[in-house]
Nanobody, 111 residues
Framework: VQLVESGGGLVQAGGSLRLSCVAS????????MGWYRQAPGKQRELVAL???????IYADSVKGRFAISRDNAKNTVALQMNTLKPEDTAVYYC??????WGQGTQVTVSS
């Protein structure tokens, strides 16, 4: 499955952004989907995952601020990001079980 992200941009600290990931095919049979991010000079890290059951996993750094959701009917996964901090600045990648990755979308949070 091919994944295409959108929704990144420049926002001030404390602001919000909503990322969206659209899959080229059905995601109903894909167990795990989620978001990772990579900041300059750092390794790619987990942000949030969501199972087909709806259960979620979040990195400690984003708990309480970010919310992941999926819509199997629309083949999309979204990441609502609130109370953004400068340290959230990174390229955000959509992920699906099986090793599918999107091309990434840049999120920049200014202080």
């Amino acid at each position: 499955v091919q994944l295409v992200e959108s929704g990144g941009g420049l926002v001030q600290a404390g602001g919000s952004l909503r990322l969206s990931c659209v899959a080229s095919g059905s995601i109903s049979s894909i167990d795990l989907m989620g978001w990772y991010r990579q900041a300059p000079g750092k390794q790619r890290e987990l942000v949030a995952l969501i199972r087909s059951s709806g259960s979620t996993i979040y990195a400690d750094s984003v708990k309480g601020r970010f919310a992941i959701s999926r819509d199997n009917a629309k083949n999309t996964v979204a990441l609502q990001m609130n109370t953004l901090k400068p340290e959230d600045t990174a390229v955000y990648y959509c992920y699906a079980t099986g090793g599918s990755w999107g091309q990434g979308t840049q999120v920049t949070v200014s202080s």
